[in-house]
């Protein structure tokens, strides 16, 4: 079993940085390719980056490109997502979902365990 926890969410003005963090544990996640979605009040999960365990490729769907930043230590076993230029759009909560087969890709489907989610608000 892999268990994820998601970190570093929080309030931030439009314009402004957060670093999101996935740490896993259970289990070897290192081959596993990792994904980053996200929920925002009444509307669908919705995915937003994805990588896979070798650290390429990466995946981002097309709000967040130029922005977001996906990344991940193998070491740590941890991936990240650096948000920049957040907009009051970007508010949601993010969760992170490993997938064992290592594809990676945008389909929620794909991907086998989930973290319980970090809250993520950015005020106009």
């Known amino acids: 079993q892999v268990q994820l926890v998601e970190s570093g969410g929080g309030l931030v003005q439009a314009g402004g940085s957060l670093r999101l963090s996935c740490a896993a544990s259970?289990?070897?996640?290192?081959?596993?390719?990792t994904g980053w979605f996200r929920q925002a009040p009444g509307k669908e999960r919705e995915f937003v980056a994805a990588i896979r365990w070798s650290g390429g490729p990466t995946w981002y769907a097309d709000p967040v490109k130029g922005r977001f930043a996906i990344s991940r230590d193998n070491a740590k076993n941890t991936v990240y997502l650096q948000m920049n230029s957040l907009k009051p759009e970007d508010t949601a909560v993010y969760y992170c979902a490993a997938d064992r087969e290592g594809l990676g890709g945008g389909y929620a489907r794909q991907y086998d365990y989930w973290g319980q989610g970090t809250q993520v608000t950015v005020s106009s």
């Open positions: 259970g289990r070897t996640v290192s081959t596993y390719a």
